[in-house]
């Protein structure tokens, strides 16, 4: 805890401009910092989500790398397993995105 991340950004382009705003980070990537997070907060295997989830550890994985796109249901049951509310969830990826984009989280 008190480790800060950095959230996973696209490769910048070979000519990328001094200055110029790097790329948001897409919202599945936010979704899975969090969710992340949450996980080791309770210090919590993937196995033990993953299987309160109803879901593989390699999809809740790639979930939590932000490499796959989550349906509403898979959402819904990895939140739920972890005990967080939609609405808590979704606040917190906000703040992280915050009204300038995203530096680095707290892990």
Not at 60 to 67: A, I, T
Not at 93 to 101: N, W
Request: aromatic residues 2%; neutral net charge.
């Amino acid at each position: 805890m008190g480790d800060l991340l950095a959230l996973p950004h696209p490769p910048h382009p070979p000519h990328h401009e001094p200055g110029r705003r790097q790329p948001e980070p897409l919202w599945r990537e936010v979704v899975g910092h969090e969710l992340r997070a949450e996980r080791r907060r309770q210090d919590r295997t993937l196995a033990d989500v993953a299987g309160e989830a109803g879901i593989s550890v390699q999809y809740l994985s790639e979930v939590e790398r932000g490499l796959k796109e989550p349906s509403s249901e898979i959402l819904g049951a990895v939140h739920g397993a972890l005990g967080l509310r939609l609405v808590e969830l979704t606040s917190r990826v906000s703040r992280a995105l915050g009204p300038t984009g995203p530096v680095a989280l707290a892990a």
